[in-house]
């Protein structure tokens, strides 16, 4: 039950900002915005979540349209180590699951 | 200080064979998850522990499979009988508290390869 829409592949030149885009049409108020990444061979890692402000952090920040009906994920310099898939999930406050869809395979050009 | 665990790393059984995963939360962590991932797929969610309340087993895909948590500490995830479509990665994932901005910690992980 994927809620989130996420392109499949990303590819991005090194040291240049990543854009990561993320549509959620059918979010609710009380859902939050959470990204996580899975390097290859490990288990995923939180990056970063909002609910209705921007936020930033020392991995990332995320800019989440006024209406809340998309997000984006932003890498300020993408180095080789952030080559991973992101995914965006909306987080219910009242329920027990993450869902996490498929994510977008991020590339990053040396 | 120490993350989330997972044992064995990898697993080779045969199939109708029964299999034992091992978690070890973060230390005061009231909560935690179960999640399996098949080759080059997304998360799929299993089962929920929060507390001590009724677990929350509703991504459990039959009744062959099955979890335990005492308290706040190790869970274990038991596949009986297990089926070649049972192959994959096992996350366990923990969280100091349940809600809308929570964090989960992911441990690295069980590869289950049933032959």
């Known amino acids: 039950d994927a809620k989130t829409t996420q392109p499949n592949s990303m590819e991005s030149n090194e040291e240049e900002p990543v854009h990561l885009p993320c549509n959620h049409s059918?979010?609710?108020?009380?859902?939050?915005i959470h990204w996580y990444r899975q390097l290859p061979s490990q288990g995923p890692e939180y990056v970063i979540h909002?609910?209705?402000s921007n936020v930033n952090n020392r991995m990332a920040s995320l800019a989440i349209a006024e209406d809340r009906k998309s997000s984006t994920l932003i890498l300020h310099r993408a180095t080789l180590r952030d080559a991973a898939v992101y995914y965006c999930?909306?987080?219910?406050?009242?329920?027990?699951?993450?869902?996490f869809g498929t994510g977008t395979s991020l590339t990053v050009i040396p | 200080g120490a993350g989330v665990s997972q044992s064995p790393s990898n697993k080779v059984t045969e199939k109708g064979k029964d299999v034992e995963l091992r978690c070890d939360p973060i230390?005061?962590?009231?909560?935690l998850y179960w999640y399996r991932q098949r080759l080059g797929q997304g998360l799929e969610f299993l089962i929920y522990f929060q507390g001590n309340s009724a677990p929350d087993k509703s991504g459990l895909p039959s009744d062959r499979f099955s979890a335990e948590r005492t308290g706040e500490s190790v869970s274990t995830l038991t596949i009986q009988r297990t089926q070649q479509e049972d192959s994959a990665v096992y996350l366990c994932?923990?969280?100091?508290?349940?809600?809308?901005?929570?964090?989960?910690?992911f441990g690295p992980g069980t590869r289950l390869t049933v032959l």
């Open positions: 059918t979010i609710s108020g009380t859902d939050y």
């Open positions: 909002g609910l209705t």
């Open positions: 999930i909306l987080r219910d406050p009242f329920g027990n699951q993450f869902y």
């Open positions: 994932a923990s969280s100091p508290f349940s809600g809308g901005g929570d964090t989960q910690y």
């Open positions: 230390s005061g962590h009231t909560a």
